[in-house]
């Protein structure tokens, strides 16, 4: 059985910035997305906070009844990142990070936990539970993360999804660095724990990392801003080169995929992608041709270009109207 997942940077999620909600709603609902990331959910540069929790706040408020009417049977959740300094940034970005996860009722629910007060719906939350050594030079994240727990209806099963949008800051590879680095922290620091965290009963879960990371992997033949296809983390959430793996250290490894074009060139009316920005990140014994959890498999991570879109748009109304990204897909296959 597949569950599809999506990825999409919408580039403020505004009317106010000319953003056409409905076109959004449209493609979310044409891919049949049981869940989608959202990234840069801001408008004219501020965070829309929805707070955490159902009872949403402030103008989000007006946003979620606005894409939720045009998605009968989806939910949604908001999530807001305040940007932090860091001092090796040459070129800050003081707006932070909105984020969203939209998912459709009819096949997954929220994650539920038992504790001394009752059960308890799991809300998506920010997350910024990580220690890092500072002494090897690694600081926080300049915006944290956004983590979801979804239940598969009928199923043991769980999807952790952990979305982010990576600082970019400049060209410079002060900022480019800075960059590796933060995946690093995500693959080394906050994708283990959350992944072997338990919340009161031993269910099976596939967690992704997955949003817009502002690097490319080689396969993409982009030519820039490089990074490296696999993590690999000692079990002291230390990251190592492929020719220095400790052998006295438990290992794991985490390998990002998905090495499509996935950004709009900024000009012209062909159809033209630059970067290879959107990926997903996966622990190794759960992506490629490798499978655990009684099956479970991560496969296909792709772009969907825009002539591929489930709706009638040209590039230049795609790009003035909807993002500078395209919405990535990928699906993870369970076994009955």
Same mark, same amino acid.
């Given at each position: 059985?597949?569950?599809?997942?999506?990825?999409?940077?919408?580039?403020?999620?505004?009317?106010?910035?000319?953003?056409?909600?409905?076109?959004?709603?449209?493609? #979310?609902?044409?891919?049949?997305?049981?869940? *989608?990331? +959202?990234?840069?959910?801001?408008?004219?540069?501020? =965070? @829309?906070? !929805?707070?955490?929790?159902?009872?949403?706040?402030?103008?989000?408020?007006?946003?979620?009844?606005?894409?939720?009417?045009?998605?009968?049977?989806?939910?949604?959740?908001?999530?807001?990142?305040?940007?932090?300094?860091?001092?090796?940034?040459?070129?800050?970005?003081?707006?932070?990070?909105?984020?969203?996860?939209?998912?459709?009722?009819?096949?997954?629910?929220?994650?539920?936990?038992?504790?001394?007060?009752?059960?308890?719906?799991?809300?998506?939350?920010?997350?910024?539970?990580?220690?890092?050594?500072?002494?090897?030079?690694?600081?926080?994240?300049?915006?944290?993360?956004?983590?979801?727990?979804?239940?598969?209806?009928?199923?043991?099963?769980?999807?952790?999804?952990?979305?982010?949008? #990576?600082?970019?800051?400049?060209?410079?590879? *002060?900022? +480019?660095?800075?960059?590796?680095?933060?995946?690093? =922290? @995500?693959? !080394?620091?906050?994708?283990?724990?959350?992944?072997?965290?338990?919340?009161?009963?031993?269910?099976?879960?596939?967690?992704?990392?997955?949003?817009?990371?502002?690097?490319?992997?080689?396969?993409?033949?982009?030519?820039?801003?490089?990074?490296?296809?696999?993590?690999?983390?000692?079990?002291?959430?230390?990251?190592?080169?492929?020719?220095?793996?400790?052998?006295?250290?438990?290992?794991?490894?985490?390998?990002?995929?998905?090495?499509?074009?996935?950004?709009?060139?900024?000009?012209?009316?062909?159809?033209?992608?630059?970067?290879?920005?959107?990926?997903?990140?996966?622990?190794?014994?759960?992506?490629?041709?490798?499978?655990?959890?009684?099956?479970?498999?991560?496969?296909?991570?792709?772009? #969907?270009?825009?002539?591929?879109?489930?709706?009638?748009?040209?590039?230049?109304?795609?790009?003035?109207?909807?993002?500078?990204?395209?919405?990535?897909?990928?699906?993870?296959?369970?076994?009955?």
């Amino acid at each position: 059985m597949g569950y599809k997942i999506g990825s999409f940077n919408v580039k403020n999620l505004s009317k106010n910035n000319g953003t056409n909600l409905d076109i959004i709603a449209q493609i #979310i609902a044409g891919e049949r997305f049981d869940i *989608v990331a +959202l990234q840069e959910v801001l408008d004219s540069g501020k =965070i @829309l906070d !929805g707070g955490m929790g159902r009872r949403v706040r402030g103008e989000a408020a007006a946003y979620e009844d606005y894409l939720l009417r045009r998605l009968p049977g989806y939910q949604m959740r908001w999530g807001a990142s305040n940007v932090k300094k860091v001092a090796s940034a040459e070129n800050g970005d003081k707006r932070g990070e909105g984020y969203a996860f939209l998912w459709n009722t009819r096949r997954v629910e929220l994650a539920k936990h038992v504790t001394p007060s009752g059960e308890q719906v799991f809300n998506p939350r920010i997350w910024g539970q990580y220690s890092l050594k500072r002494a090897d030079g690694v600081q926080r994240l300049v915006r944290d993360p956004f983590f979801g727990r979804f239940k598969i209806k009928g199923m043991k099963q769980e999807i952790r999804l952990i979305t982010t949008h #990576i600082y970019f800051g400049s060209n410079s590879a *002060v900022d +480019l660095d800075l960059r590796r680095r933060e995946l690093n =922290i @995500l693959a !080394g620091a906050i994708y283990p724990r959350l992944h072997d965290k338990t919340y009161g009963v031993n269910t099976p879960a596939i967690t992704v990392l997955l949003g817009d990371y502002n690097l490319n992997l080689r396969d993409s033949l982009v030519g820039s801003s490089y990074m490296n296809a696999v993590i690999i983390v000692d079990d002291n959430g230390m990251v190592h080169s492929a020719a220095d793996i400790p052998t006295d250290k438990n290992i794991r490894t985490f390998t990002t995929r998905q090495s499509q074009l996935s950004t709009l060139s900024s000009t012209g009316a062909e159809e033209k992608y630059s970067n290879n920005y959107d990926h997903i990140t996966v622990e190794t014994s759960i992506g490629g041709d490798h499978r655990a959890h009684d099956g479970d498999a991560v496969v296909n991570p792709h772009a #969907i270009r825009v002539c591929d879109l489930p709706v009638d748009i040209d590039f230049e109304t795609y790009r003035s109207k909807v993002s500078d990204h395209l919405p990535i897909s990928v699906e993870l296959s369970f076994r009955d």
